[in-house]
């Protein structure tokens, strides 16, 4: 399967734990994006990287939320100290070329904060 | 923030009818996309539309764009139960116009009664 990959696919934690998402792009996409989605919502903009480079973030990207993309290949989303108001769906998409076009999702992992 | 706001938010029809969604969008756009999301799932890409095109057709799918009234609509032809779903528009901001990233709608649940 050469899609977009995303692990784990749901995730239990209880408040004021550490949690990390993985995605795995289709290989040749050059920029990465990662959205939330919370019940009977649209998915809303977190953060993109080009390459390894972070080009944008969301305000709604808190000081306890941190994506790296160190080689330009698989990114991590970690949330420090999670909140019951984090449980959502993160999902993960790519794409090649410019900022304009089709975006290609994974299938998502769920986060549920007790 | 959401730019999109899709219309209906809920919409059940029989099988064969055909299934009309609206969204409206704020700013100015380079282009707008429809997505599909099955209950759980990743979003998958439908349809892309640009900006100075008014009307697109792909298989049983039909999007109109009026840029002047900042609105779309996404036509499915001749429903099947497997079109259950929430759809989704998602716009891409002309430069300047907003995050580097789709701005998605809160979406159309649409159901198809067999």
């Known amino acids: 399967d050469t899609g977009v990959s995303q692990n784990p696919r749901h995730k239990i934690t209880k408040r004021g734990q550490n949690v990390t998402f993985r995605c795995d792009p289709i290989?040749?996409?050059?920029?990465l994006y990662w959205y939330r989605q919370t019940l009977g919502q649209g998915p809303e903009f977190l953060t993109y990287f080009q390459n390894e480079a972070q080009l944008e973030k969301s305000r709604l990207l808190s000081d306890r939320f941190s994506a790296e993309r160190p080689k330009g290949s698989f990114s991590t989303l970690e949330i420090q100290r999670t909140e019951q108001g984090d449980s959502a769906m993160y999902l993960c998409?790519?794409?090649?070329?410019?900022?304009?076009?089709?975006?290609?999702f994974g299938e998502g992992s769920r986060l549920t904060v007790l | 923030s959401q730019q999109g706001e899709e219309d209906p938010q809920a919409l059940s029809i029989q099988e064969g009818e055909n299934a009309t969604m609206n969204c409206s969008y704020k700013t100015s756009i380079n282009n707008l996309q429809w997505y599909r999301q099955n209950s759980g799932r990743g979003l998958v890409h439908l349809i892309l539309i640009r900006s100075n095109e008014r009307e697109k057709h792909s298989g049983r799918l039909r999007v109109t764009l009026d840029t002047s009234k900042k609105s779309s609509s996404l036509l499915i032809t001749a429903s099947r139960a497997a079109d259950t779903a929430s759809y989704f528009c998602a716009t891409d901001a002309a430069a300047g116009g907003g995050a580097d990233g789709l701005t998605f709608g809160k979406g159309t649940h649409l159901i198809i009664q067999p």
């Open positions: 290989s040749e996409h050059n920029r």
């Open positions: 998409a790519s794409k090649t070329g410019g900022r304009t076009g089709e975006l290609f």
